[in-house]
C-alpha cells in the first residue's frame, strides 16, 4: 500500500519541494539591483563605509556585504553562490578561486595587513616584544597554522627564531581575541586591524619582526555575474583614492 | 497490545513523515557521496584525527558520567519533590538546550575563566580551568545535562510512585526504595538520557571553541578539528565528519539494542 501510496504522492512531493526555488528563480526584480559583495570578514568596517558610499554614488543598487572566512567564501563561490565581488584576506584563497577560473577579471592587491602583540590592556604579563611571547610564564594564544593568521604567525615566529607554545590555537582572529579580551590569555598575534577595530578592550605592541609577515589582499570580480559593470566599479572603488583612505583609516597598508 | 488490531494512521501522516525523513537523511547521504575513499584510511588515521578522536571519546565519557552524578539528583528532586518556584527551576535547568552553544561558553568563561565570577577564587587553589581538558568536560556537561535531566525525568514520571509507596509500606528506607525500586524502573529513561549526553558531548563544538580553546591533544575534540581541517583540507574534514557520525550511530545503535534487552 506504501509504494502505491509513494508513486501517487511522489509528483506532488516533488513539485511540493521544488516549489519554493521555482518561485525564487523568478526573482522579485522590481527596478532594484544588487550587488553581491564576498568580503573577508577583516574588511567588515572598511567595506561597510565603502557599501555606503557606493550606494550613495549609485541610484537604486544595494550592495549586499557576505562576510566571513575567505576560504568559506572561497568555496561557498565554486558552489554557485552568485557572488560578484571577492575580496580575499590572502592570496592563497584568491589563487583558489583563480585555479577554478571563476574569477572575473585578473585579481589585483589592494591592501596589506600586518601582525601585532595584542595583551588585555593591563598587560599582566608585562608582554614588551616578540621575544616575551615565548616566555615560560605567558599564555600565549595563536591563530592555528591552517588559518592565515596562524600562518603569518608562524611565519613571524621562524624569521626571528624563536618557537612558541601556545596554549591554544583558535580558529580565527575573533576567537584569538576573545580570549585577550575575556583575560583568559596573556598574549596574541592578531593584524593591526584587529587591535584598532578592538578600541580600549586590548592593547596593542609593535614589534620590527612584523614585517617578515606581511599579509596582501586581492580583490576581483567573479566570473558569470550578472552585474559584471557594477561589479567592476566596485572594484575600482575599492582601489581608488577615495577606498584606499578608507583602508588606512583602519590600519591597513597600501599594496 | 499483543493481539489486538493496530489503529491504522491516517495515510496522509505519511507525507509529511517521508518529507521529514529525506530532510535529516539526504545530507547523511550527500556527506557519504562526497567521501574521498581512495584516501579514506590515510585522513582519518593520520596522528591529528586519532588524537581528536580518542579525545573526543575521553572527554564524552568523562562528561556523562558527571552528567549522570549530578543530572540523577537533579531529576529525581524535579520529579519526586514540589517546592515554590520549581517550574522556574525546572526551564533554567533546560535553559542550555536552547541557548546557543556559543553564548553557554561565554557564561561558562565569564563564570570559570581566570577573571571570572568564581574563577579567581579557583585560581587560588593553584589549578585553572582554562585551556584544560577539564574546561571541555565542562562545556560538555554544560549543554549535554539537559538531556539527561529531561529523559529521566520524564521516565520517572511514568513510572509513577505505587511501587515505592508499596515498598515504603514493607520498611524500605528511602535510599533502599530509591536504589532497588525507582531506579531500576526508570533505568531505560536513565540509558537513553545517558546515551543522548554522550552523543551531544561528542557533537559540542560551539561551547567548548568559546570557553576552552582548540589545542591538538588538549582540547581540540573531533568536531573542532573538522572545522580546523575544512579550512585546509576538506577531504580529510568530510572523511573526520563521517567519523563522528558513524560514531554516534553507533552509540545510539548499542543503546537501543540495550534498551530492548533490558
Redesign the interface.
Known amino acids: 500500500m506504501?509504494t502505491m501510496?509513494?508513486r501517487r504522492?511522489l509528483p506532488a512531493?516533488v513539485l511540493?519541494?521544488l516549489a519554493p526555488v521555482l518561485v525564487a528563480c523568478g526573482g522579485d526584480d522590481d527596478g532594484d539591483t544588487t550587488l553581491t559583495v564576498y568580503a573577508a570578514a577583516s574588511l567588515k568596517k572598511t567595506f561597510e563605509q565603502l557599501k555606503a558610499d557606493f550606494e550613495e554614488t549609485h541610484d537604486g543598487v544595494t550592495v549586499e556585504l557576505v562576510l566571513g572566512?575567505s576560504?568559506d567564501l572561497v568555496?561557498q563561490i565554486q558552489g554557485g553562490a552568485g557572488a560578484d565581488v571577492f575580496a580575499s584576506a590572502d592570496t592563497a584563497n584568491m589563487d583558489k578561486l583563480v585555479g577554478s577560473d571563476d574569477q572575473g577579471q585578473d585579481p589585483q592587491d589592494f591592501a596589506t595587513n600586518t601582525l601585532e602583540i595584542a595583551t588585555p590592556p593591563d598587560n599582566p604579563a608585562g608582554v614588551a616584544t616578540l621575544q616575551d611571547l615565548a616566555g615560560p610564564d605567558v599564555?600565549l594564544?595563536l591563530c592555528?597554522p591552517?588559518?592565515p593568521c596562524g600562518a603569518a604567525a608562524q611565519k613571524v615566529a621562524d624569521a626571528a627564531g624563536l618557537t612558541f607554545d601556545?596554549?591554544?590555537?583558535?580558529?580565527s582572529v575573533t576567537?584569538v581575541l576573545?580570549?585577550i579580551t575575556?583575560?583568559?590569555?596573556d598574549a596574541g598575534l592578531v593584524y593591526v586591524t584587529d587591535v584598532l577595530a578592538a578600541g580600549d578592550t586590548v592593547k596593542g605592541i609593535e614589534f620590527p619582526e612584523s614585517s617578515s609577515a606581511v599579509n596582501t589582499y586581492p580583490i576581483t570580480t567573479v566570473k558569470g555575474s550578472d552585474h559584471a559593470d557594477l561589479a567592476g566599479e566596485f572594484v575600482d572603488l575599492v582601489l581608488s583614492d577615495k577606498g584606499q583612505k578608507v583602508l588606512a583609516d583602519a590600519g591597513f597598508g597600501a599594496p | 497490545m499483543s493481539g489486538a488490531r493496530a489503529v491504522g494512521l491516517p495515510?496522509w501522516v505519511?507525507?509529511p513523515a517521508?518529507?521529514g525523513a529525506l530532510f535529516v537523511l539526504l545530507p547523511l547521504v550527500a556527506i557519504v557521496a562526497q567521501v574521498d575513499w581512495s584516501n579514506f584510511w590515510g585522513l582519518i588515521t593520520s596522528e591529528s584525527s586519532r588524537t581528536a578522536l580518542l579525545l573526543s571519546l575521553r572527554t564524552s565519557t568523562a562528561s556523562t558520567v558527571v552528567c549522570v552524578l549530578i543530572g540523577v539528583p537533579m531529576a529525581l528532586v524535579l520529579a519526586r519533590t514540589s517546592f515554590p518556584g520549581q517550574g522556574v527551576v525546572r526551564s533554567l535547568v533546560l535553559l542550555p538546550l536552547v541557548l546557543p552553544p556559543v553564548v553557554g561558553g561565554l557564561a561558562l568563561?565569564?563564570t570559570f575563566?581566570?577573571?571570572g565570577l568564581i574563577g579567581q577564587s579557583i585560581e587560588v587553589v593553584g589549578t585553572t580551568v582554562?585551556?584544560s581538558t577539564l574546561a571541555v568536560v565542562m562545556a560538555q556537561v554544560f549543554v549535554a545535562l539537559p538531556f539527561l535531566v529531561v529523559s529521566l525525568e520524564g521516565a520517572l514520571r511514568t513510572a509513577g510512585e505505587r511501587y515505592e509507596v508499596v515498598a515504603a509500606s514493607l520498611g524500605a528506607r528511602p535510599t533502599t526504595v530509591l536504589l532497588r525500586v525507582t531506579l531500576p524502573l526508570a533505568l531505560p529513561g536513565l540509558v537513553s538520557g545517558a546515551v543522548l549526553a554522550f552523543a551531544r558531548s561528542l557533537g559540542e563544538f560551539g561551547a567548548t571553541?568559546?570557553f576552552?580553546?582548540?589545542?591538538?591533544g588538549v582540547?581540540?575534540t573531533l568536531p573542532?578539528e573538522i572545522?580546523?581541517?575544512?579550512?585546509?583540507d576538506?577531504d580529510a574534514a568530510i572523511a573526520l565528519a563521517l567519523v563522528l557520525v558513524v560514531v554516534a550511530v553507533l552509540v545510539i545503535g548499542l543503546a537501543r539494542t540495550g534498551r530492548t534487552a533490558l
Do not use: C, I
Not at chain 1, 166 to 171: A, D, G, L, T
Not at chain 2, 212 to 216: H, I, L, M, N, Q
Not at chain 2, 227 to 232: A, D, G, P
Open positions: 506504501v501510496l509513494s504522492l512531493l511540493a519541494l572566512g576560504s568555496s599564555d594564544v592555528a591552517e588559518v601556545p596554549v591554544s590555537e583558535e580558529q576567537d576573545g580570549k575575556s583575560g583568559q590569555a | 495515510r505519511l507525507v517521508l518529507v568563561l565569564y575563566g581566570k577573571r582554562a585551556f571553541v568559546t576552552a580553546g582548540s589545542r591538538e582540547t581540540r573542532l572545522y580546523l581541517q575544512r579550512e585546509t576538506p
